[in-house]
């Protein structure tokens, strides 16, 4: 997993986010793959979350579908990745 | 010498069963001494055992307190996941787990279950 600060966040260009503050497992997951299907091959999508439970499920989730994470920061509770679509 | 094999013990029970709490912990603990790659996942009722505070109060015949023995796991390396939304379906408070549980969700455990070589469920 690619981890970058939130200075080289700005690189990458957001095509789609999918807000999930508030929301727990297995919600952020499944609304992250509900998105994913909408995108394009190399299209970016930006998903915030504040579960505690996401940075574990979302890097074995990659890991298990080919969608690479490009981007995980942490603000404050708020965790920011960026996937990009396979 | 065979390496890299992985098991998975699943806790899915609570304090008021104590004689199903122990198991996992002494199994991993030898397991991790074999070397084998070794994670507890707590869930459903399984939680309340992780809580912190919980494990000092329990202690059966002349085994040491079910604290003493987790916390022999986690320095034997033993790796503890803890399903965090489990505290919902049981009204308990969110969080709180002993500093070595990683709270973690229902995408790990799957991911788990396909990378273990063999899965034990208390």
Partial sequence: MTTTSGKDAGKFKVDKTVDCIGLYCPVPILKTREEIEELTSGQILEILADDPAVEEDISRWSKRTGNEIVCLERRDSVLRILVRKK | ?122
């Fill in chain 2, 1 to 122: 010498m065979v390496t890299n094999k992985k098991i998975l013990y699943v806790q899915t029970s609570g304090i008021d069963r104590p004689e199903r709490l122990y198991a996992p912990f002494i199994l991993a603990t030898t397991a991790a001494a074999m070397d084998i790659d070794t994670t507890i996942y707590f869930l459903i009722k399984g939680v309340e055992s992780v809580k912190k505070g919980e494990a000092e109060k329990i202690k059966i015949g002349d085994f040491p307190s079910l604290k003493e023995v987790m916390d022999q796991a986690h320095k034997s390396g033993v790796k503890m996941f803890v399903c965090d939304q489990s505290t919902q379906l049981l009204g308990l408070s969110r969080g709180d787990f002993v500093e070595y549980a990683k709270v973690v969700g229902a995408a790990t455990l799957n991911d788990l279950l396909l990378e273990a070589d063999a899965v034990i469920t208390f």
